[in-house]
């Protein structure tokens, strides 16, 4: 699917802290922490300059983040919009993003999920949240700038819908192998040519971590 016009939506960012093979997580599914406490606090530098900050289900009932821009003394910054992507309502209401400041969003009946909002969107083709749905809604509401922060098939998802303008990949030196969890689930992708390609701004070390930004090309 082609990108939208970025004037009808927000600047997308995909934010990964992955292992040196791209796995957010052990078979077994554990995933904290990968990457170092400098990668971190890089992490939430950059929530603090985002507008929102999206997750699926997946990671709420995994991780139970709270997504908020957690900055060191002297350092100042909003807590972004937290959203997760719910489209069946498995947030359970005792979850840290269970609260106000956060967007549920589903594709049923909306039902009260502790003191989160949560909202009906329009599902794609799999019962999913329809990504172009997401993106209106959160441009309605004002944010101009969406961290997006996994799982994998949502940044899956995100990067089909072709809407993923900017990568910020925090690796570490480690290896979890082919059956750890991957931090892009499958693009079911036949040709190299139809990868989608991106340009490399800069590299840099953040503790023992790699920091990649990328931009879309």
């Not at 991780?63 to 992507?85: F, I, K, N």
């Not at 009946?109 to 949560?118: D, H, K, L, R």
């Not at 998802?157 to 690796?171: K, M, P, S, T, Y």
Request: charged residues 25%.
């Amino acid at each position: 699917m082609s990108a939208r016009v970025l004037a009808d939506r927000p600047r997308v960012t995909l934010k990964i802290a992955t292992s040196l093979d791209g796995r957010i997580g052990t078979s077994t599914g554990e995933s904290q922490w990968i990457t170092g406490p400098e990668a971190r606090l890089e992490g939430h530098r950059l929530r603090a300059r985002s507008g929102a900050v999206l997750v699926g289900v997946e990671t709420v009932l995994a991780d139970d983040p709270r997504l908020t821009a957690r900055l060191p003394d002297g350092e100042t910054g909003p807590d972004p919009l937290r959203v997760v992507l719910d489209s069946r309502q498995r947030t359970p209401s005792f979850a840290r993003l269970a609260v106000a400041g956060t967007v549920i969003l589903t594709t049923r009946e909306p039902q009260p999920i502790g003191g989160a909002e949560v909202v009906q969107v329009a599902a794609d083709a799999s019962g999913r949240c329809a990504i172009p749905a997401v993106l209106d809604l959160l441009r309605e509401r004002g944010v101009k700038e969406l961290m997006v922060e996994g799982g994998g098939r949502v940044a899956a998802a995100f990067v089909l819908a072709g809407v993923v303008d900017a990568i910020e990949w925090f690796r570490a030196p480690i290896l979890l192998g082919g059956d750890g969890r991957p931090g892009i689930a499958s693009l079911a992708l036949a040709r190299l040519v139809n990868a989608p390609k991106y340009r490399r701004l800069a590299a840099e070390a953040v503790g023992d971590d790699l920091w990649e930004r990328y931009e879309r090309l």
